[in-house]
Nanobody, 124 residues
Framework: QVQLVESGGGLVQAGGSLRLSCAAS????????TGWFRQAPGKEREFVAA????????VYADSVKGRFTISRDNAKNTVYLQMNSLKPEDTAVYYC?????????????????WGPGTQVTVSS
């Protein structure tokens, strides 16, 4: 098993940037594909970005392409989500998820482990 904890969320003005981190423990994160999802109040949890174990496969939601960058540093057992040009519609709780067997995927059901989430609020 792996335990995931997100950090780096906060309040930022529209157009600003934040970098989210997903730190893993219990098992080396390099053995997992990792995804980022987000959930706004009253909305379903939606896919944001994913990266394969090796980093050779990356997928982004259309809404964040060109603005967000997912990366991983296996030496630090951490996955990152760099968020630039933030918009108010990016406001949500952001969750990190890990999949032991799959490659980068947008499907929530494919992920085995989830972090507790970190709040991102973008003001206009």
């Amino acid at each position: 098993q792996v335990q995931l904890v997100e950090s780096g969320g906060g309040l930022v003005q529209a157009g600003g940037s934040l970098r989210l981190s997903c730190a893993a423990s219990g098992r080396t994160l390099s053995t997992y594909a990792t995804g980022w999802f987000r959930q706004a109040p009253g909305k379903e949890r939606e896919f944001v970005a994913a990266i394969s174990r090796s980093g050779d496969s990356i997928v982004y939601a259309d809404s964040v392409k060109g603005r967000f960058t997912i990366s991983r540093d296996n030496a630090k057992n951490t996955v990152y989500l760099q968020m630039n040009s933030l918009k108010p519609e990016d406001t949500a709780v952001y969750y990190c998820a890990a999949d032991l067997f799959g490659i980068a995927t947008k499907f929530k059901s494919r992920y085995d482990y989830w972090g507790p989430g970190t709040q991102v609020t973008v003001s206009s």
